[in-house]
């Protein structure tokens, strides 16, 4: 497909259209009773996982820890971007419950990374931080040492498990710079929760099962961010002015194809399109909403990301050996 090139009022007139179509079929509409639904199977998940831990293998209770905590994620999420409920205030206090009180994770560290700056700043150099992994191996900065970037086409796979601790530490760090003193209690809480896989199993296999279950998460975690924008266009800050939102959003966020499973595995994040074009919009109407937008993309010849979960992150493995530094 030959893209066509759009004036920025085409770009904003197409994208009027697109929306506008999307909420006529009632894909923005709020979901409660859904969101009901997906707080009674994390409660539900997080009450297994402590009776896993006297009850169960450490192996099954660090597997179920992982569950209960990416499944919080999809749902801290969702409250973040509002998806859920019409009141911003019901959104955001329950997302408390599940980002700082269920995942470990400072609901405000997150809304200022993802939603301020990552939403608005779409690989962005300069703003957008998801795109410095790897020691800015995507934006060709190169701020790790020589040996790393050489072999950063390797390296770059097992360093996403220590994805929580580094998000952790950050998000600490944030709470305690912007004195959230409710924030950092509810994370006092969750510490509370390896503190009793620890007490109840014995320092060394509990410490195993504690370092495994956040590491089992950063790897699941880190498998469905990656292919959202990493390996797609990247530019400046002085070029962010001269796109529009529907521009800017497509050109750099990739689709992953798949069935339902896929959409439940990624959280409703394969559908990145969607997500970043509506982030209202809730993830569970977002399939439905990838099929309205592909056909008007195509049908206007717009820019429009898509490939299955292996083509994604073998285009992702293929950027990283492919631009290297050449060091003298």
Known sequence: MEVKKYSNVEFNFLFAELKAEVK?????????????????????????????????????????FALTIMRSTFVAHDLIHGQYFSSRLNNRNISYVFANGIMGISRSWWENKHNFLHHTYTNIIGK????????????????????????????FWPLLTLLYFVFWVQSLLYVLEKKYWGELFLLAMNALIPLYII???????????????????????????????????????????????????????????GGRFIHWFYGG????????????????????????????????????????????????????????????
């Not at 009850?55 to 660090?62: E, G």
């Not at 400046?236 to 939102?245: D, I, L, N, R, V």
């Not at 809730?282 to 439905?288: E, T």
């Not at 490939?307 to 992150?313: N, Q, R």
Request: glycine letters at 4%.
């Open 128 to 155: 957008d931080m998801d795109i410095d992994a790897a020691g800015g191996a995507f934006t060709r900065e190169y701020f790790y040492p020589r040996w790393f970037h050489r072999h950063q086409h390797i390296l």
């Open 24 to 64: 006529a079929e009632g894909l923005y509409a709020k979901c409660p009773r859904r969101a009901s639904l997906e707080f009674i199977i994390v409660i539900s998940l997080l009450l297994l996982s402590l009776y896993s831990v006297t009850s169960f293998h450490p192996v099954v209770t660090a597997m179920l």
């Open 199 to 257: 007490y109840s199993l014995g320092l060394a296999v509990g410490l195993a099962t504690v370092v495994g279950m956040y590491m089992l998460w950063a790897a699941w975690f880190g498998a469905v961010i990656i292919t959202n924008h990493l390996g797609l266009e990247m530019f400046p800050e002085e070029e962010y002015k001269e796109f529009t939102w529907l521009e800017l959003q497509n050109r750099t966020s990739r689709n992953v194809r």
């Open 269 to 328: 994040l394969n559908t990145q399109i969607e997500h970043h074009l509506y982030p209202k919009a809730p993830r569970f109407y977002l399939l439905k909403a990838a099929k309205i937008t592909e056909a008007f993309c195509l049908k206007h010849n717009i820019t429009y990301i898509t490939a299955t979960p292996w083509e994604s992150y073998k285009e992702i493995y293929y950027y990283l050996k492919n631009t290297r530094p050449v060091y003298q």
